[in-house]
C-alpha cells in the first residue's frame, strides 16, 4: 500500500484539512480523493508530487463566471 495525500482546498487555494490515504496504487488514489469533492476542491498528493486536482462544480461555475467566459445565446 502506497501512502498519499488529499487536500481540501478553501476558495483562496489554502489548505483546510487532509485525508491521509492508504491505496493499492494511484489509480485507486485518484478515485477516493474524487469521491471526496463535495464544495471544495481536492488536490491529491504522493510526497513532493501533485497528481491531480479535482475541482468541485460549484467553483467550476464560478470560474468560468469570473473570467468572463461567453455565453451561448438562448433563443426565443
Request: charged share 25%.
Amino acid at each position: 500500500m502506497a501512502h498519499y495525500r488529499a487536500y481540501l482546498l478553501d476558495q483562496y487555494r489554502h489548505v483546510i484539512s487532509v485525508a491521509n490515504l492508504q491505496c493499492a496504487d494511484e489509480q485507486d488514489a485518484r478515485e477516493r480523493a474524487q469521491q471526496l469533492v463535495d464544495v471544495n476542491d481536492i488536490e491529491l498528493w504522493q510526497l513532493d508530487r501533485r497528481i491531480a486536482v479535482f475541482e468541485a462544480a460549484a467553483n467550476r461555475t464560478s470560474q468560468t463566471a469570473a473570467h468572463g467566459t461567453p455565453q451561448r445565446p438562448t433563443d426565443k
